[in-house]
């Protein structure tokens, strides 16, 4: 039934070719965790997402390195070669799936694809944060989509929200946990308070992190997505070199508890902000180690679960959560832009929507990341002193700096048991992170202060 | 520099008709909270918003009723008429925004313009629940969009998630929060342990509710919403007329807390869920009062915010937040709408998303809508008995009427004041609505039972 042409399009007036009533033929490069979840799941509900798409979606050939796994995985009705250049160029292929990961020969593939005509669908963001502005420039010369929904928090459909849900908004800020890695880890070392090591270690365990964990705990992963979050956001190029990145390897259980405390929880979060004001005019790009309060929503994006936050100037605040990773979570997000390119019947509307959400020239080339001073956002502080007495002068200390402060206590005995050294708890109101930086250098140099000052950002989102 | 012709689409082979360049010309009926909105979205934001479509969205003719106050809002370049048909099928109209609401007159204008080969935009979810079948076939028929993603949970861009994001996807179930005059009433009764009638009143005075509330506290709307929701996740005509629908008005406040005493909170969810099971094959449609867990995400979608959350069976669950009504946030979706037609660039692609998420040939008429009975939860019972000792007795009253109990205690001192009926609170396991209801009117006329058996649904969700 789905194999025939789709009824629905019964407009007696519209006459589409006979290419683009057949199904959408799909070359993929790789067939691991990404490629092979986008088959079963393209396999497994076939007449569902014909009914959807309007006509069939079917894989026609793959490259792959190991071509006996690959047989197992696609059978023997699905062309294979070791040649993922054969796969971006061939004759027979409409859409390029790039499920091999990785940024060199994976910018040569889905160039070369681009060139043949070929629409592009893949979750690669590190090859979009770092090759994006080159790739989308070469797809709109060719007139050809491409296409990336898995590349951010997977199975949310986060992109085409802000692509296509938000579009009559003036965005003010993105701002989300966007890497399920980091995120089980900061839940581990919350819950069970344990530490850095062992909620990594625990993690690696459990298949959340990978045996090399850099990318993720490092926060450069989270970084590619930002990048890609705020350049559909702001109407601004990729700015993946300008992004200010921060891991949680240095992060200590001592401060997780502090936070809780004072009522906040630790998340890594990817944030984007317009900045436009006195100060500054331009775009706070960063991932970085955030105290939000317990009772906002993302304090309660848990596991390896990924949320994201978007705050429109007409829709005020909305939040989009679910799966951060996962070989079917992600294949949902790449058959979705499969679909969405079948539905295009081939018109030319492959550029319905802008690749990066804003025509050419509505891209603001002008539009700065704003340096890390002059970042804003309020403060957390942990200030260890000799003796419990000196929380009377931290205030005026941080003063003296130019530091605002709004609330100061000592942690508690649960946190520091007798006989350890006092921890002076700092909130601050908003603050340029340089003001931050002197203060926390000056106060490393008192003699009161009896170890390294920690300082950490505190994120007051609405919603 | 926004009203020329979009540099972007740049592919030498393609020649847009000059029709498809210029600024989409919008004809508005109703220029109250919704059109008043949008219009002034769209004056705001207007260079953002074309470098996001491509080409200007312009309102040319709005009908209003009152037309000194119309003039006050668009201003003198706006033609201005009192004839709803005269802008449905305006010759210089390419878009129809339907912001009046109601359902008898609406329908007349959205068909008239729909015939004469007009896109429709609007956020009348009465609208379409009620007349959506007929509106879209004949919308099929003419090869026009209708747009409604401001007619469920406005700003969140679930519509759009539905129809697009999760195409993929065999979806699953969706149950969501989606009326925020009840989760504002119902926020409030938690929080300051106020009744039904209070929180409404306090609801009224802060504009949350209408002089006239039915709509909202008897579920209707929640209806409508859940009806579309349904269409979109499964592939089925909209049937509002077998959704089982109950409202809040009779929720006491005793049970508010004994909820909380369970570990749950009270919303007013709407739920479809795919049923194909032993015992049935089909589509629970359904509002009602439901406990879910306070750990889950859902439970803390407060005040007047809705929630919605989708689980695929390749996505896994998914949730989507934001405000649930308001002048702007509709604006943000009914422009998203726009939008998207506008970056149609007058290529037949207007059907490219099919209205209901599925072509024609795909939407199954024989998928019923379950009966009451057939539906299938956990359950909380709440049974007023003569002596707090009759407890013992309750578990084994229920398994006779074969309910199968999971947990039995009694509400605790303080809700249920010394001297006062005990109460005994059960948890069930997941058992047949029918079988509930039987029980319920069993255990009524027990002599030990004190008063009217109180049973509400128990949401046990994933995510």
Redesign the interface.
């Known amino acids: ?2 194999r ?1 042409p ?6 007696p ?2 006459q ?1 070719t006979a290419a683009a009533m057949r199904p959408l033929r799909v070359g993929m490069i790789g067939i691991g965790t990404v490629g092979a ?1 986008t088959f079963r ?2 396999a ?2 076939q ?8 006509r069939g979606i079917e894989v026609v050939v793959v490259a792959a390195r190991n071509l006996a796994r690959a047989v197992s995985v696609v059978g023997k009705d699905v062309a294979l070669t070791n040649d993922p250049m054969q796969v971006a160029t061939h004759p027979d292929v409409d859409v390029l799936v790039e499920a091999a990961g990785g940024t060199g020969p994976a910018r040569d593939w889905v160039l070369a694809a681009i060139r043949a005509g070929k629409h592009v669908v893949t979750a690669n963001k590190a090859l979009l944060a770092e090759h994006g502005n080159e790739i989308f420039a070469a797809a ?4 050809v989509a491409v296409a990336y ?1 898995g590349a951010v928090a997977v ?3 986060i992109v ?2 802000l ?8 965005i003010e800020w993105v701002a989300g946990i966007i890497n399920g890695t980091t995120n089980f880890i900061l839940s581990k070392m919350r819950d069970e308070g344990v530490g850095f090591a062992e909620a990594l270690a625990q993690a690696q365990a459990l298949g959340y992190a990978e045996a090399d964990p850099t990318f993720d705990i490092e926060g450069i992963d989270a970084a590619h997505k930002i990048t890609l979050l705020a350049a559909n956001a702001f ?1 601004m190029p990729l700015r993946f070199a300008d992004a200010q990145v921060e891991g949680i390897t240095a992060l200590q259980g001592l401060d997780v508890a502090c936070a809780e405390q004072l009522g906040f929880r630790i998340k890594l979060l990817g944030v984007a902000r317009r900045r436009q004001d006195g100060d500054a005019d331009g775009v706070e790009l960063r991932v970085q180690l955030a105290l939000v309060p317990a009772t906002h ?1 993302l304090a ?1 994006v848990n596991g390896s679960m990924n949320g994201i936050m978007v705050k ?12 951060g990773a ?1 070989s ?2 992600t ?6 832009d499969l ?2 390119v079948a ?3 081939g ?3 492959a ?4 690749h990066l ?7 603001s080339d002008d539009l700065p990341v704003l340096p890390r001073a002059a970042v804003r956002t309020l403060h957390y502080l942990r200030v260890p002193v000799h003796q419990a007495q000196q929380i009377e002068a931290v205030g005026a200390w941080l003063a003296a700096q130019h530091v605002p402060v709004a609330q100061v206590q000592l942690a508690c005995a649960q946190h520091v048991p007798a006989g350890g050294t006092p921890q002076v708890l700092v909130l601050t109101d908003a603050v340029a992170q340089a003001t931050v930086d002197l203060a926390v250098h000056a106060l490393g140099a008192h003699p009161a202060v009896a170890g390294p000052v920690v300082s950490l950002r505190v994120e007051m989102l609405e ?1």
Chains 1, 2 share one sequence.
């Open positions: 039934m789905f025939d789709v009824q629905s399009l019964e407009d007036s519209f589409p979840g799941v393209l497994r509900n007449a569902l997402i014909a009914g959807r798409a309007g709109r010369q060719h007139g929904e199975s949310i459909p085409k929200a692509r296509e849900g938000l579009t009559a908004n003036r109407g929503l309660h429109g100037d007409a829709s005020g605040v909305t939040m989009y959560y679910g799966a996962g079917e979570q294949a949902s997000a790449v058959i979705a679909v969405d539905r295009l019947h018109t030319h509307a550029q319905r929507v802008p959400g804003f025509h050419a020239n509505a891209i919603g």
